[in-house]
């Protein structure tokens, strides 16, 4: 079975860009979550997806947005992007809502100049 | 409010000691999930077990074992043996209710040859 996929896995863009990562979660699982993890912040929830529908959302500007399709796999847009948004972007998939086990893909990392 | 304390940021130890992770959880909810996490160099994280709250029997898998002891909000991790393939980030981390997973500031094990 394969892993999450996350793509691409190293970005550079300049102040003021945006960008969109994807994520393909495992096969059958039907629940995305994206994390930014940064050295000052940690590991910070951004959002959840469950049947292309936005269950949960952290506490992030209104610049990061995602979606999911109707096949599990996601996206996540930062509009206007900033120094600060400097980052590993990580996604997690599991099989439902609840507190199923989540497996998380390598991650994109996103260096802003 | 929902918290993961680990107050660990950075652990060396020599091959073959045993380490211990400490965990520190917070949250109001009867019904709750703990994770633990590892990240390795490559940057994603690797599930390494979770718990509900109303399973209190420690576990054992190896060189693994982990203590929950739900008397002092505490879900410990001890490798015993160390080696070297060890070295990495190890994350606690709290899901409860409709909240998204919470993790720790993550614990930084250096395991000397």
């Known amino acids: 079975k394969a892993g999450v996929t996350q793509t691409p896995r190293y970005l550079i863009k300049t102040r003021g860009q945006q960008v969109t990562l994807s994520c393909s979660p495992i096969?059958?699982?039907?629940?995305v979550s994206w994390y930014q993890q940064t050295p000052g912040q940690g590991l910070q929830f951004l959002f959840e997806?469950?049947?292309?529908?936005?269950?949960n959302k952290g506490n992030f500007p209104g610049r990061f947005s995602g979606r999911q399709f109707s096949n599990s796999r996601s996206e996540m847009n930062v509009s206007t992007l900033e120094l600060g948004d400097s980052a590993l972007y990580l996604c997690a998939s599991s099989e439902s809502r609840g507190r199923t086990e989540a497996f998380f893909g390598q991650g994109t990392r996103l260096t802003v100049v | 409010a929902q918290k993961v304390t680990q107050a660990q940021t950075e652990i060396s130890v020599v091959e073959k000691e045993d380490v211990t992770l400490d965990c520190v959880y917070e949250?109001?909810?009867?019904?709750?999930?703990l994770f633990w996490y590892k990240q390795p160099p490559s940057g994603e994280l690797v599930f390494l077990i979770r718990?509900?709250?109303?399973?209190?029997q420690n576990e054992i898998s190896g060189r693994y074992s982990w203590n929950f002891q739900k008397s002092t909000s505490s879900f410990n991790f001890t490798i015993t043996a160390s080696q070297v393939v060890d070295s990495a980030v190890y994350f606690c981390a709290l899901a409860a209710g409709n909240n998204d997973m919470r993790f720790g500031a993550g614990t930084r094990l250096t395991v000397k040859p």
């Open positions: 949250t109001r909810d009867t019904t709750y999930y």
């Open positions: 997806y469950f049947s292309e529908t936005q269950r």
């Open positions: 718990r509900n709250s109303f399973d209190e």
């Open positions: 096969s059958g699982h039907r629940s």
